[in-house]
């Protein structure tokens, strides 16, 4: 059994930063693949970023140059840097482990 645990979201100004992190449970996590995604509200739930069990890593083109997405394989834990906020990236934030299981998600606000 896998249970995944974000945390790190809050309310931020337009242009600041957070760090979201994801702890995972089990054995398997050194071996998965980690993606993070978001869920804005009325909206679809959206990929944002991949990094592989061999650190290969892939980014939505909304997030590219501004997040950074990074493991901890002995902590079991993926974060996610965000940076240069705007407010269309407030949503709720879930990470994911080998597009099988969920976290609950992290809300994050960008508002002035």
């Known amino acids: 059994q896998v249970q995944l645990v974000e945390s790190g979201g809050g309310l931020v100004q337009p242009g600041g930063s957070l760090r979201l992190s994801c702890a995972a449970s089990?054995?398997?996590?050194?071996?998965?693949?980690m993606y993070w995604y978001r869920q804005a509200p009325g909206k679809q739930r959206e990929f944002v970023a991949l990094?592989?069990?061999?650190?290969?890593?892939n980014y939505a083109d909304s997030v590219t140059g501004r997040f950074t997405i990074s493991r901890d394989n002995a902590k079991k834990t993926v974060y996610l840097q965000m940076n240069s906020l705007k407010p269309d990236d407030t949503a709720v934030y879930y990470c994911n482990m080998n597009g099988g299981w969920w976290g609950q998600g992290t809300q994050v606000t960008v508002s002035s």
């Open positions: 089990g054995s398997a996590f050194s071996r998965a693949a």
């Open positions: 990094i592989t069990s061999g650190s290969s890593i």
